[in-house]
């Protein structure tokens, strides 16, 4: 420890020697000026304290009766509880760490269902895309089927077009076959109604047909 009245020391020291100096360690140092505790500044890209503000980190002036009189259950509860508190972010770190050990399950099986999803889309658009061709094909068929029953209803719509005429031209010819019979068998009606009036004109008796002869003058003077 210096000789010097450390209070009005307004030298300034780098983190270095102050350390080697004072005896403090400079990790002790760094820690209090960055709590604002020490008076440092920034020069020549170093950092520096000023002395007279380590005073208070001078080597104190132990008083053995106070020290003994220090409270030592309520260390112990502190350290007690420190301990507790220790222990019981042990327990938080080790639930933790059980929790990242379940989240990584997790997202492994979730990377391992992904991947069967992934395969299993992929098949199916494979699937779609068979289903999508088989489609194409088939409408093409369809489309050469319809063309081929459209020509064949086009030939089967002028077949009967013929037959139609044919029927047509059958069914004239048919009245006119059923005129020339009918005129045929009226014409041979009236002959044969002529022969078989004139076959009862020869199988009469002479009498009768002169009866008959009388008669028909008698109506011609009964005319006159």
Do not use: C
């Not at 492994?108 to 889309?121: M, N, P, R, S, Y």
């Not at 061709?133 to 020509?151: A, F, N, P, V």
């Not at 014409?187 to 078989?196: F, G, H, I, V, Y």
Request: net charge neutral; no cysteine.
């Amino acid at each position: 420890m210096s000789d010097r009245n450390d209070k009005t020391d307004n030298r300034w020291l780098t983190v270095a020697k102050a350390s080697a100096e004072y005896g403090i360690s400079e990790r002790t140092l760094q820690r209090r000026i960055k709590a604002g505790t020490l008076t440092s500044k920034i020069e020549r890209g170093r950092r520096i304290i000023l002395v007279s503000s380590l005073a208070e980190l001078a080597e104190p002036v132990v008083n053995v009766g106070a020290v003994a009189e220090l409270p030592v259950d309520s260390i112990t509860k502190e350290n007690e509880q420190l301990r507790d508190k220790i222990n019981s972010l042990e327990e938080e770190l080790r639930q933790q760490r059980q929790r990242d050990d379940s989240n990584r399950q997790e997202m492994a099986k979730l990377a391992e269902t992904i991947h069967q999803k992934d395969e299993e889309i992929q098949l199916e658009r494979m699937a779609l895309e068979d289903a999508k061709q088989s489609i194409q094909e088939l409408t093409e068929d369809m489309r050469r089927q319809s063309d081929t029953h459209r020509q064949e209803v086009a030939k089967l719509a002028e077949e009967i077009k013929v037959k139609e005429e044919d029927l047509r031209q059958e069914r004239e010819r048919s009245d006119k076959a059923k005129e020339r019979s009918d005129m045929i068998t009226i014409s041979l009606t009236r002959n044969l109604n002529e022969m078989q009036r004139s076959l009862e004109m020869k199988n009469m008796s002479f009498w009768r047909r002169l009866r008959l002869g009388k008669g028909k003058e008698k109506d011609k003077d009964d005319q006159q």
